[in-house]
Nanobody
Framework: QVQLVESGGGLVQAGGSLRLSCAAS????????MAWFRQAPGKEREFVAGISWVAGGTGYANSVKGRFTISRDNAKNTVDLQMNSLKPEDTAVYLC?????????????????WGQGTQVTVSS
């Protein structure tokens, strides 16, 4: 079992940066692939970035590639999302998710554990 709590959201101007953090509880955190998804009002939940539990392999949505960086610290049970050059279209609730798969996937249904989410608002 894994419980996830996100933090670090807020209001930022376009071009600014935010760092989100996901704190996980559970002794087997290091065995889960982790990911960040986001959901804007009236839109489907979409994959943002993911990281495997071995070798730290990562994947990103095309819309954030080059701007966002996902990282994990298995000793601290945390997964962070560094978001730079933010755009108004990045505005959404950002959710942390955990999967028992080896590698992260872009499909939300592959993730069995979710946090409550943190709001990110980017003003123009």
């Amino acid at each position: 079992q894994v419980q996830l709590v996100e933090s670090g959201g807020g209001l930022v101007q376009a071009g600014g940066s935010l760092r989100l953090s996901c704190a996980a509880s559970g002794r087997t955190f290091s065995s889960y692939a982790m990911a960040w998804f986001r959901q804007a009002p009236g839109k489907e939940r979409e994959f943002v970035a993911g990281i495997s539990w071995v070798a730290g392999g990562t994947g990103y949505a095309n819309s954030v590639k080059g701007r966002f960086t996902i990282s994990r610290d298995n000793a601290k049970n945390t997964v962070d999302l560094q978001m730079n050059s933010l755009k108004p279209e990045d505005t959404a609730v950002y959710l942390c998710a955990a999967s028992t798969r080896l590698l992260p996937t872009t499909t939300q249904y592959d993730y069995g554990y979710w946090g409550q989410g943190t709001q990110v608002t980017v003003s123009s």
